[in-house]
T-cell receptor, first 112, second 111 residues
Framework: SQTIHQWPATLVQPVGSPLSLECTVE??????LYWYRQAAGRGLQLLFY??????ISSEVPQNLSASRPQDRQFILSSKKLLLSDSGFYLC???????????FGQGTRLTVV | QKEVEQDPGPLSVPEGAIVSLNCTYS??????FMWYRQYSRKGPELLMY????GNKEDGRFTAQVDKSSKYISLFIRDSQPSDSATYLC???????????FGKGTKLTVNP
């Protein structure tokens, strides 16, 4: 069966520090991969999605970037965190464009 | 008008009640509809997935899609305290990789 791993579960980082969140999927090949941010009262905001290695689509211009170095690995990064980057970050995967998406357990990021 | 509207609640019901959760949308190109359950500080968990209009039932959960009214519903029968969570609707256009989410409805089922 397919599983998705996302780490760390919680992270406290100072303003101006770099960020790297990693997500991996097991048990499937060539998934679509997604990064979402969830803020209170704003729902789930799609940040990036990827349909293949090295292919990244950005939905929201911001202080973050994403990379997909391997088929089942998706990384969310920042060179310098802002206070406004605080939130709950969720990785998800789906198989193609007609199937449902499955989420990881999320990373709660607090920028101080 | 936002693409997907969902009443944030909170919604509080007694154990055993029938719960109705709803979303409306404006994009007639949405073809795939999902409901997720999210417990506090956890990732969303897929509950139901439907394509186009109609009903789908899974145990105590029933999902309904009315594309003519651009309206989807999730019904929970015999609600349990363990159903207390935030419920998110999500939709996707045919041919699109992107899921669009409602803001979620927070449900509390009281024993």
């Amino acid at each position: 069966s397919q599983t998705i791993h996302q780490w760390p579960a919680t992270l406290v980082q100072p303003v101006g520090s770099p960020l790297s969140l990693e997500c991996t999927v097991e048990g499937t090949s060539n998934p679509n991969l997604y990064w979402y941010r969830q803020a209170a009262g704003r729902g789930l905001q799609l940040l990036f999605y990827s349909v293949g290695i090295g292919q990244i689509s950005s939905e929201v211009p911001q202080n973050l970037s994403a990379s997909r170095p391997q088929d089942r690995q998706f990384i969310l990064s920042s060179k310098k965190l802002l206070l406004s980057d605080s939130g709950f970050y969720l990785c998800a995967w789906s198989l193609g464009i007609i199937t449902e998406a499955f989420f990881g357990q999320g990373t709660r990021l607090t920028v101080v | 008008q936002k693409e997907v509207e969902q009443d944030p609640g909170p919604l509080s019901v007694p154990e055993g009640a029938i719960v109705s959760l709803n979303c409306t949308y404006s994009n007639s190109a949405f073809q795939y509809f999902m409901w997720y359950r999210q417990y506090s500080r956890k990732g969303p968990e897929l509950l139901m997935y439907t394509y186009s209009s109609g009903n789908k039932e899974d145990g105590r959960f029933t999902a309904q899609v009315d594309k003519s009214s651009k309206y989807i519903s999730l019904f929970i029968r015999d609600s349990q305290p363990s159903d207390s969570a935030t419920y998110l609707c999500a939709m996707r256009e045919g041919g699109s990789e992107k899921l669009v989410f409602g803001k979620g409805t927070k449900l509390t089922v009281n024993p």
